[in-house]
Structures are given as structure tokens and as C-alpha cells.
């Protein structure tokens, strides 16, 4: 900030009615800051009254001033401003283009456009926004509060740039009123030799990585720089024969310091490119790398996480330990990879070398734990990136319910809750982005407005507002009315409601209508599930919907109970059933008992009557016997997961609001439990979100935290002197208590002692690289076919990625909200903005938008159709990448229903046999770019005694101290 900003903002502290006339001026070149001088002018007031009332002064005087007529004034409270002649405009109208005003005063003095190019022009066409901060945050902003007569130092961290910057500042006295600095002080960040490096920051077990460095001397003389690449075990110098000469796979390697000598001319920088190989199966690894100069010393870290080679296969296990009435509990969990990947005399193996990771997390929360990071996202929760509105409204369901089973369960804590809520902010506006000023919202910027998705955006609004919180989130009312005001033209004369003509297969399928036939063998459409849905959302959001729209609500939801009501005793579906019956219990309505009798009657029930409500049988985790023990295998998707999930929450809650806790609810979590997929989440986003409603509204009412005193010992057979015991009171109640599993191979045993409840899960990871191993659905939902062409040039530089797919069933006969989700080869990538124009270009009817993350590529579809369809998409190489691992996985799956999915094997052995040099990942490749020998004869014999003077007495001072 300087002084011309200053001087602007005070300036236009008043009210602003004209344009004052001002000159400003700018130095051509940017070297000194702007000025600014603002010049008096004439009012635009007839008389004393008006002249004062222009420039903002509320008069109170026993003199006479002429005022204008009282049939001429204008009412401001209700928005209106006077013209200068005669008559009255609203002030919304003002500068909007048109004239309002028969002295076209309403459109005097309006301020100059934006140029909305500017944004465009440099974060697109050019790289200046690396250079300088386009968006005006000053890096080296500073508050505080000065004691009388004191002085105050403080330091700041230096951008790692090579720039100009003005320092300047400004106070505020009691005494001596507003101060600034006149001249800004002039600071230079660059230093007189810099290093930068990049390169990837995931790779495969086995790839060879090329770090680029890029060297800069800044001085008017020449330098020499002495580049180390520092010893570590966990990776290793790739080093190339004489004439370039290296394999992919079997390139020689390297430990111990590697040095390298680089000539750098006065004033010229350096590319060079370092080869190195990590030798770890898996984890993270730090690769130093320093240059020495005659002028100082730099050392840059760069971490680089290496992932297990293969298709990453997940099992989850989930166990609920339940000493509420049992003093001791065991149980063995099956891991579900063998010792060894060999099969005897198969050509396969059962999974890649080195793939296997596993690891076992432990909480007394029913939830799972509850803030492993903050925010939590759909990475975080799911493992998987989710794109549009309804991810964004996921993401913010599931903080503020965590927040709230804190709350509700005594163990909120006022630091980690402002956290949250700041983040909370932030989701807000990103749903806020795709709300219409009428009360919609729609998923996609491309898309139409959808009644589901904004009555369940609202309904979550609902559930975020909580007066404790108001000072750091807070809803507006007016957001919900409108909402409300939009959805209730949706309601037929019947009283059901139905979705938008452009949504004949919703986004959520759970929500598609049905046709039944009635006693006279006539068909009749019925949309049972989505009236009960936006009913739920009604009556919870009531109290915030103002004016007249809260007796249209009240009107709007007694035809629906009454549809509902009429429905009841037709109803066969489950899930109808289930969602109908927490509607009408929520709505206390006259036939909530017999929408309990009816849900009671269609409960299921698997091994050690754990009860849950489905459309199609779920079966329970696979148990192994091995020496009379029970062995609980891991669990794998099921036919209808997600509905089954969202079903059983519903029923919990009816349960709980009817009879509180008993042994039927308990029952309940422990089936929801055991069917969990995740640490943190269930099978999807909807059902994950109504099943951290209904167990924080069960844990609120058990009350297990102040009696739960729990010792738990792990044991791993499988890894000698593994043995861990865990306690949980009330102090560590909340704690996540997480262990890696070292030998990925065996069972677990749990022993439980003491009294309460926790949740132990166990995630179990291993790669595969043959078809028969990979992950498979129940049912075959997708068809799924990628291919790969390689750019004739460059060594394969460009890949053009080609998908096909299709939807296989006919009920419903198209999908919902599906993601395309690829792997991308290590090195390479495609721009976010690259992916989003390709998506604006309509080169998939269905195609909605695209995320990028380093090493994935996620394609976000309204539905897929049941004829093929294709599409393609180019990624470029960005960093040079050799011995690239040999398979790589493409999942397609339904966002609310995980378990309709496919995996499928991408065979990359083109990229696999590339080496070193033919990617050019190294300054030792004669026939690259970037070919970096040792220095010319030109250098001054002068400076090459100086650098290794400075060395040795840098040596000899690192010894010393």
C-alpha cells in the first residue's frame, strides 16, 4: 500500500454521489510510485440544502434553508434518490445504463469500467504473474501495536526472487492523528547467485527422476559453481556411460556426494538437470542438493513421496468394540495379501513387489476420527476428488456435523471450532459461486438448475447455522427464503414435488420418480422419495424462512405430509419407506406409527442380529476359520451400498426419536459400522452425510464418553515384538491413535478390556499388475476401454489419452453423476485451465468439468448414456521421467454410489523401455539441450583458485562448529 492509495481510499470516504476530478501519475518504467491530486468542483445542488445533503452532511440548524417540496422528496429507506431536477430513481438503477431520470442524472458520473481482461492477459497469455503479485497482497504486511515512546522491530521472511520492492507504511495516533511515509524506502530481493529447483513430487518404486536446476549469477562476473548432490540411503545418482549410453532398467547406479562443476558467465544463468533413483519400496524422501560459489552457499531440499508400483487395490475392515456390557473382546482381523506375490508355475503373480502398505486406526468416536486434517475434503474423507456443487456441499456437511458430534458429545474445543469455521467460509462461497439471485443452485457452471440440489444445499445451510458459531459463519435468511420461494412452484396439485424439465433422470438416482399401477391396472407416476426429501428440508429449515414464504412452507408441507400419508400404504421400497417415515415422524405426523410398523416389518439382519434396511440383501464381512478362530476378512463393495447406508441412517434416526436408545439402535450402528469403507466415511457423499447425522444424534443420546475407560492391544503375528496397547478415557476420547502394519502379510488381533466403545479399522493397500487381481464390482454397471497415442517426436512427449464407455443397465437406463478418474504416467500433466477449455468445447455431450492433481486426471459427467461415447485428451511430459512403471489404473463410478464402478489396466511399456538420455533427465546426455560438461578454457584460472580456497575454508569452518 502507498501513499496514493491512502489518499484514494480517504477520499472516497464519504458519500459517494460524483466523481471527483483528480490527475494521477505513473512513472512509465515502474521504478517510483504513483501520485495522485485531487482538485475541488461544483455540486450538482440547487440550493444550501442540497449542496450539504450531496456531500453526505446531515444538517441540524434553527436557520432557514430552502427545502425542496415534500411531494418531490424521496423515501431512502426504501432505496430511492432524488434526480437533480425533479422526480425520484432507486438507487440499485444507478449507473446501470439506463435513464431513469429525465436529466439523465442517474447516469452522471459513473465510474470507468474494469478492463475484465486484465485478469485474463496476465495469469493466461504470459508468466508475469510469476514475477510480481498481480492480485496487490503485499508479501511484507505488518500490523502492531506501538507502546508510547518505544520502538518495535520485527523480521520478515524475503521472497526467494529477484525483484524491486518499496517499503512504506502509515499510523494511526491519538495525538498526531494520520502519519505516512512520504518517500517509500527502496529494498532489492536479489541475491547475488540463486538456485531453483522442480521436479515431480510423486513417483513410482523404481523410476528414475531428472531434478531441474536452474542456476543464476547476478553479478558482473563470472562464477564457478560446485553442485553436490548430497548422500542418502534412500536414493541413488544415475549415472550414463560415455556417448550417452544407459538402459531404463538397468542403469548404473550410484551412492555417496556426487559433484558437479558448472561455468557460469557474468550474468547468465544455467539449466541442469540431475538424475537420481530412489531406492526405497515406499514413503517419503528428501534429496539434498547444494551449490557452492566463491560468493556463498546454497542448500535446497526437495521431497519427493514414492508410491508401490501396479493398480493400488484398497481393503478396508471396520470393527465395532462394544464393552458396554462385556468386560474383555477379541478380535482377529484377516489381512488380506499373502507373504509372497509368487504363484508356482503361473506367469502372474498376486500382487507388485514392494506394493504392500497397511496401517490401523483406532478411535473411541463412532464417527472415525474426526479431524484428521482441516478441512475435511472429499480427498481426506473419500480418497477421491469431487468437483461441482454437490462436492462442495459434502465438504461442508461433513465439517459442520463433526463440529457438531463435538459439540454435542462435550469435546468441542474453541481453537480447532475458529479453525474449522474459517475453512467452513471458504466451502460457503465456493457453493455460493452456482446460486441464482431467483434461489437455485445448479452443479456446474454449464449446467441447469436442479430442485434436489438446492433443497439440499439449503437443508445443509440449516445444519451449519448455529447462533454459538454466528460471529464466524454466518447464513443469510434471505438465502433460504428465496430457496424455499423457488422450490415450492415444483409442487404438483397432488402435493408431491417433482424435479426441473431438464432433470428426467436425476443427479442423485435415489430420487428418481416411479410409475406404479393402481387397483384399476392404470399407471401413475410417483415421485415418493424426492417429496419426502425436500419435506425433511422444509420443516428443518422453517424457523429461518421469513415473510410470507414461511405460510406458503406451512401450506406447501401439509400437502406433502397428506401425499405422503396417501402413499404410505402402497410403498414397498425400503429406502421409500425408510425416508418417508423419518418425514413423517420429523412432521409429527398422524401416521407416523404406521410408517414405523411398515419400516419396522422390511428390516434385514446378517450374523449377530446386526439389523439395517436395503433393497437387496447385503451380506455381511466375510468370516475364515482357521484354528477355531474367526478370522473377519475385509469388505467389498456390495449391490446398492450407498442406498442401503442412506436407508439404515434414516431408520436410526426414526428409532431414536421414537424409543431413544435401545438395544435395536445399538444394533443399527454396529451394521453401519461394519460396512464402513474408509476411515472416515461410509460409500459415497450423501449416504456418508445423513450417516454422521443420525450417529451424532445417537452418541448425543447414549452418553458413552463418560463411561468409556477402554485398554486395546494390537497384535501382529506377522511382525516379531509388535505389540501396542492404546487407552481411552475421557481425556483420549477423541485422540486418533494410528499405527503403520510393517509386515503387510498375517491377521491383526484385537483385545479389548475394560468398558465403553471404539472403533478399530485396518486399511490394507497392495499394487497388481494382472487383470484377474483387480478390483471388480458386484454388478457390472460400465463398459470401459482407454487407449494411448504417442507423439512420433520428441520420445514420446505427448500422449493422446482416448476413452470409451458406456452405461450396461436399463434400470435406470442411465447412470447418475459419474467421474472418469486416470492415472497419468509419472512426469507428466495436463493444465487445469487446458482440461476446463476442453470441457467448454463440447467434445462430450455429458461432460461437466475436470480436476488435475500431480498424477491423476478427474473427468466429472452429468450421466452416462448407454451407447458409446468417447472423448480425448493430451498430456504433455513436464518433468523427465525414465524406467516409468509398467501399469497404471482407470476407474469410472457413479459419485453417489461408489459401488457401481469399474477398474481397468493401462499397459504403458512404451514408457517403460525410455531411458535417462532419451528423456533428457540428465546434464550427462551429449545430445540433449541442457548438456552441461565441465568449464571451458576460457575461465580465469584466477577465479578457479579463489572457488577452491572459499571451499576449503568452508570445510574447514563447518568442522569447526
Not at 9 to 19: D, G, I, N, P
Not at 412 to 430: A, C, H, M, R
Not at 677 to 689: E, H, L, Q, R
Not at 949 to 961: A, E, N
Request: charged share 20%; hydrophobic share 40%.
Amino acid at each position: 500500500m502507498i501513499l496514493t492509495d491512502l489518499v484514494s481510499q480517504r477520499a472516497f470516504m464519504h458519500l459517494k454521489t460524483s466523481q471527483e476530478p483528480k490527475v494521477k501519475w505513473r512513472s512509465r518504467q515502474g521504478l517510483l510510485p504513483d501520485e495522485v491530486s485531487y482538485f475541488s468542483r461544483m455540486s450538482y445542488g440547487k440550493n444550501s440544502y442540497e449542496t450539504l445533503t450531496f456531500s453526505g452532511v446531515v444538517i441540524f440548524t434553527d436557520a432557514y434553508l430552502p427545502i425542496r417540496k415534500l411531494t418531490d422528496s424521496c423515501h431512502e429507506k426504501k432505496g430511492y434518490k432524488p434526480c437533480f431536477s425533479e422526480g425520484c430513481f432507486l438507487s440499485t438503477k444507478m449507473c446501470d445504463g439506463y435513464n431513469d431520470c429525465a436529466d439523465w442524472s442517474d447516469e452522471s458520473d459513473c465510474p470507468l469500467q474494469d478492463d475484465d481482461q486484465y485478469e485474463y492477459r496476465i495469469l493466461r497469455m504470459s508468466r508475469s504473474d510469476e514475477l510480481y503479485d498481480t492480485a496487490g497482497n503485499d508479501w511484507s504486511w505488518k500490523e502492531m501495536n506501538a507502546d508510547f515512546g518505544g520502538e518495535e522491530f520485527f523480521t520478515m521472511d524475503m521472497p526467494a526472487v529477484a525483484d524491486e520492492w518499496y517499503f512504506t507504511g502509515f499510523t494511526l495516533s491519538r495525538i498526531r492523528g494520520f502519519t505516512t511515509i512520504n518517500t517509500p524506502i527502496a529494498f532489492s530481493s536479489t541475491r547475488p547467485f540463486m538456485m531453483h529447483i522442480e521436479g515431480p513430487t510423486m513417483c513410482r518404486r523404481g523410476e528414475q527422476i531428472g531434478l531441474r536446476l536452474l542456476l543464476l549469477n547476478n553479478e558482473p562476473y563470472e562464477m564457478f559453481v560446485v553442485l553436490t548432490l548430497h548422500t542418502s540411503p534412500q536414493y541413488k545418482f544415475v549415472h550414463v556411460e560415455e556417448g550417452g549410453i544407459v538402459t531404463s532398467y538397468g542403469a548404473r547406479l550410484s551412492g555417496g556426494d556426487h559433484q558437479h562443476l558448472v561455468y557460469l558467465p557474468a550474468g547468465a544463468q544455467q539449466h541442469v538437470d540431475m538424475p537420481i533413483a530412489p531406492v526405497v519400496e515406499q514413503g517419503d524422501i528428501s534429496v539434498t542438493i547444494s551449490a557452492m560459489t566463491q560468493v556463498g552457499r546454497i542448500e535446497l531440499v526437495h521431497n519427493i513421496t514414492v508410491l508401490g508400483e501396479g493398480a493400488m487395490v484398497n481393503k478396508h475392515t471396520a470393527v465395532y468394540l462394544d464393552l458396554k456390557n462385556k468386560a474383555l473382546v477379541l478380535q482377529y482381523l484377516d489381512i488380506y495379501v499373502e507373504e509372497s506375490p509368487i504363484v508356482p508355475y503361473q506367469s502372474w503373480r498376486r500382487y507388485v513387489y514392494g506394493s504392500t502398505s497397511g496401517y490401523i486406526t483406532i478411535t473411541g468416536d463412532i464417527i472415525g476420527p474426526a479431524f484428521p486434517a482441516v478441512p475435511l475434503t472429499t480427498g481426506v474423507v473419500l480418497g477421491r476428488e469431487i468437483k461441482g456443487t454437490d462436492g462442495r456441499i459434502f465438504e461442508l456437511a461433513v465439517n459442520v456435523w463433526t463440529l457438531h458430534y463435538l459439540r454435542l458429545t462435550n469435546q468441542l474445543k474453541w481453537d480447532i471450532t475458529k479453525q474449522v469455521l474459517e475453512e467452513v467460509n471458504v466451502i460457503f462461497g465456493q457453493v455460493m459461486k452456482r446460486f441464482d439471485r431467483r434461489g437455485w443452485f445448479k452443479n456446474w457452471d454449464n449446467s441447469q438448475p436442479s430442485v434436489w440440489l438446492t433443497s439440499w444445499a439449503i437443508r445443509i445451510f440449516k445444519h451449519a447455522s448455529f447462533q454459538d458459531w454466528e460471529n464466524f459463519f454466518y447464513i443469510e435468511p434471505q438465502i433460504i427464503t428465496r430457496s424455499i420461494e423457488w422450490i415450492l412452484q415444483f409442487q404438483t396439485e397432488l402435493g408431491s414435488f417433482e424435479e426441473t424439465t431438464w432433470y428426467h433422470n436425476p443427479l442423485d438416482a435415489t430420487m428418481q420418480g416411479k410409475f406404479s399401477t393402481r387397483f384399476n391396472d392404470s399407471l401413475v407416476y410417483r415421485n415418493i422419495t424426492l417429496t419426502a426429501h425436500i419435506l425433511i428440508t422444509i420443516h428443518e429449515v422453517m424457523q429461518m424462512v421469513q415473510g410470507s414464504t414461511r405460510t406458503d412452507a406451512a401450506k406447501a408441507s401439509i400437502k406433502a405430509v397428506r401425499y405422503l400419508e396417501h402413499q404410505l400404504s402402497s410403498m414397498t421400497d425400503p429406502y421409500e419407506i425408510a425416508i418417508t417415515a423419518y418425514a413423517l415422524t420429523l412432521c409429527d405426523s398422524i401416521e407416523k406409527e404406521f410408517a414405523f410398523s411398515l419400516l419396522h416389518s422390511k428390516r434385514l439382519e446378517v450374523a449377530d442380529g446386526l439389523q439395517y434396511w436395503s433393497r437387496v440383501p447385503v451380506p455381511g464381512n466375510t468370516i475364515r476359520y482357521e484354528n477355531q478362530r474367526p478370522f473377519i476378512c475385509p469388505r467389498d463393495y456390495q449391490t446398492d451400498d450407498s442406498v442401503a447406508v442412506e436407508a439404515t441412517s434414516y431408520a436410526l434416526m426414526v428409532n431414536l426419536m421414537r424409543d431413544g436408545v435401545t438395544v435395536l439402535s445399538e444394533k443399527i450402528v454396529q451394521w453401519l459400522t461394519s460396512v464402513r469403507m474408509g476411515s472416515s466415511a461410509f460409500i459415497s457423499t450423501v449416504d456418508t452425510v445423513i450417516a454422521l447425522q443420525a450417529l451424532t444424534e445417537y452418541a448425543f443420546r447414549a452418553r458413552l464418553k463418560d463411561i468409556t475407560d477402554l485398554a486395546i492391544t494390537l497384535e501382529l503375528p506377522s511382525t516379531a515384538g509388535f505389540r501396542e496397547t492404546v487407552h481411552i478415557d475421557n481425556e483420549t476420547f477423541s485422540d486418533l491413535q494410528m499405527f503403520e502394519v510393517p509386515n503387510v502379510w498375517g491377521h491383526l488381533n484385537v483385545i479389548s478390556k475394560g468398558s465403553g466403545q471404539a472403533v478399530v479399522q485396518m486399511d490394507i493397500n497392495f499394487g497388481v499388475d494382472y487383470e484377474g487381481f483387480r478390483e471388480l464390482a458386484i454388478i457390472e454397471t460400465f463398459n470401459l476401454e482407454v487407449k494411448e497415442f504417442y507423439s512420433s517426436f520428441r520420445n514420446k512427449s505427448f500422449i493422446t489419452i482416448q476413452s470409451c464407455f458406456r452405461w450396461l443397465l436399463e434400470d435406470p437406463p442411465m447412470s447418475g453423476l459419474s467421474v472418469l478418474e486416470l492415472e497419468l504416467p509419472t512426469g507428466y500433466n495436463l493444465l487445469e485451465s487446458e482440461a476446463e477449455r476442453l470441457v467448454r468445447s463440447g467434445v462430450h455431450p455429458t461432460l461437466r468439468d475436470a480436476r488435475i492433481i500431480e498424477g491423476k486426471t478427474f473427468w466429472f459427467f452429468e450421466h452416462i448414456m448407454q451407447n458409446w461415447t468417447c472423448f480425448n485428451h493430451t498430456v504433455r511430459r513436464w518433468y523427465p521421467v525414465a524406467n516409468i512403471s509398467l501399469v497404471r489404473q482407470v476407474q469410472l463410478y457413479e459419485t453417489h454410489a461408489k459401488e457401481n464402478f469399474i477398474m481397468i489396466l493401462v499397459n504403458s511399456t512404451p514408457l517403460y523401455t525410455l531411458n535417462i538420455c532419451e528423456v533428457c533427465g540428465s546434464y550427462q546426455c551429449p545430445y540433449c539441450p541442457y548438456y552441461s560438461q565441465t568449464a571451458p578454457f576460457s575461465a580465469s584460472k584466477f577465479i578457479t583458485v579463489v572457488l577452491l580456497i572459499t571451499s576449503q575454508i568452508l570445510k574447514t569452518f563447518r568442522q569447526f562448529t
